[in-house]
């Protein structure tokens, strides 16, 4: 299987026995958490995590997601941040040497999440960058021609849906236990809080960085034990379903993403704000996320995406030997195509293992 082509190339064909047995998943353990302030400035804090506040009467709310949508601040996408703040936490929190004591392989977890709905997905392809260093894999997603294209291209149709989702986190979220959603501050869509996680996908030891709407918890969370034990939950909007198509377009496109994002951090339910075609929410639902996979059964199989997510970083280790910080080795796919590997020697416009990181990795 899988045998490289030439040194520098691989190719990964994409076919995962159907039927597999779900494979071993170790619950995500929290490891700690970082917060990225109104700059993006990265915070060794809990400033940016948020309560989540459910509305008294979830079946007739009215959120307007178009309020104060003028001013908002939006992310800057010209600074490519790579997995650079996953690489401060572990500075900040590992002590050198920092080694595959740590785990495998560290990534966001978004990256994963894409790796999880490879299978079934036909739309949208993904480029992965690997770099081995000190015994360990680091991932990290670089944006396709398409995606780069469609970014330069978004009209502002395109950012008022995009601002959608962050505004329905503001109305569903507040900054103390007891404190109300404050709508009347601008959002800011640099803030953001990110909590750091292990898990083991069979032989696979992952550290994973991911971006949490929220905790429910009556009480504040002072610290990483309070974290520990706190439920996060996950905020998501749709249109409202109305026709069967509908539905069946929310089960296939929809609930296996959010499934996939949820299931890697232990999530169990999501909030769910059904909107109109102006924006404007009526009602919210609490989704659990076990129920997923019994509703989508037949149209996607959560056990596939896991055994698949299995074989490709198998993959992935068998083929990063060599270590380098600047060298990646590039994973691309298209839909309906193979997984092609190519070695990209460093440094190059890809290298994201930071020579700060290299050299305080082998103290
Ligand atoms: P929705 O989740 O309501 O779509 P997340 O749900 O992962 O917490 O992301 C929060 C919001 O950010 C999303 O709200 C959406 O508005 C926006 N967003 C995140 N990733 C996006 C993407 N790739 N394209 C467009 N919008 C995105
Ligand atoms: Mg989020
Ligand atoms: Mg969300």
């Not at 749709?238 to 999530?267: M, T």
Request: hydrophobic residues 35%; neutral net charge.
């Amino acid at each position: 299987m899988d045998s490289p082509i030439a040194e520098e190339k691989c190719i990964l064909k994409l076919d995962v026995p159907r039927n597999g047995p779900f494979p071993k998943f170790q619950r995500p353990i929290v490891l700690g958490s970082f917060s990225l302030d109104r700059e993006r400035v990265y915070c060794s804090d809990l400033s940016q995590l948020k309560y989540i506040k459910a509305p008294k009467n979830p079946k007739n709310v009215k959120f307007d997601l178009n309020d104060k949508l003028s001013d908002t601040i939006e992310k800057n996408e010209e600074i490519n941040e790579k997995l650079d703040n996953v690489l401060k936490w572990i500075s900040h929190n590992v002590k050198p040497p920092i080694d595959e004591r740590i785990g495998d392989i560290v990534c966001y977890r978004g990256l994963i999440t894409t790796i999880l709905c490879t299978p079934y997905e036909n739309q949208e392809g993904w480029i992965i960058n690997a770099t081995k260093w000190n015994g360990v894999v680091y991932m990290c997603a670089s944006d396709t021609e398409e995606k780069k294209q469609r970014k330069k291209q978004a009209t502002p149709h395109d950012k008022r849906f995009f601002h959608w989702g962050y505004k329905f986190e503001q109305y569903m979220t507040a900054a103390s236990p007891d404190a109300e959603p404050d709508l009347s501050v601008a959002q800011n869509q640099n803030e953001e809080f990110c909590v750091m996680f292990k898990s083991k996908l069979n032989l696979h030891r992952l550290m994973y960085g991911a971006e949490m709407d929220g905790v429910e918890s009556s009480d504040v969370v002072k610290n990483l034990e309070d974290l520990q034990a706190a439920e996060f939950i996950e905020l998501k909007t749709n249109r409202k379903i109305q026709h069967p198509k509908q539905a069946e377009n929310f089960k296939k496109y929809k609930l296996i993403k959010w499934w996939c994002q949820s299931f890697l951090v232990g999530i169990t339910k999501i909030w769910c704000g059904y909107r109109d075609d102006h924006g404007v929410i009526h009602q919210v639902e609490k989704m659990q996320v076990s129920d997923f996979p019994r509703k989508a059964k037949g149209i996607w199989d959560p056990a596939l995406c896991m055994n698949f997510c299995d074989h490709f970083l198998t993959f992935v280790r068998d083929v990063v030997k060599e270590e380098e910080p600047h060298t990646v080795w590039q994973f691309q796919w298209s839909p309906g195509e193979d997984i092609v590997g190519t070695k990209i020697p460093g440094p190059s416009e890809f290298s994201f293992v930071h020579n700060w990181f290299a050299d305080n990795a082998k103290k």
